[in-house]
């Protein structure tokens, strides 16, 4: 049975990529099962002279208005190289024991596969 998903941080116009996003995204309660979707992920990106991290990627991201056409251009051009970044994963916590598992194996990089990743999760289940 499709369960609703809860929305906890909207889809940004133009910014899909999980770069853009972090903590939880989404979520779906059943009766047995919490399934969060969340953005997890170091991010490591070298931009022509700058640096962004986690820490900073806010203030870079109004600074250089980036989008994710932006972010493919820029990576075309060669002025942008990957060296770490983030993704959506689901964690599944048990709502009788309070246990939370992530399948590492299980990861998205934009926002709309990743709010359909979390779907199947939770129909996958027979909760």
Known sequence: ?????????PKIE??????????????????D??????????IRINLEEDYITNSNKEEKIDKY?????KLKRLEAEKKLEWLNNNWFEVGITDKK??????????VEYDYDSATNMLNDYSERKND
Do not use: C, H, P, W
Not at 15 to 23: A, H, I, L, P, Q
């Open 65 to 69: 208005k980036l989008t994710d056409k």
């Open 97 to 106: 024991t309070g246990d939370t598992n992530y399948d590492m194996g299980i």
């Open 1 to 9: 049975m499709k369960q609703k998903i809860v929305i906890v941080q």
């Open 33 to 42: 099962n919490y399934y969060s979707l969340i953005v997890t992920g170091d």
């Open 14 to 31: 133009g910014r899909t990529d999980s770069f853009f996003y972090e903590g939880e995204v989404a979520y779906i309660e059943t009766k």
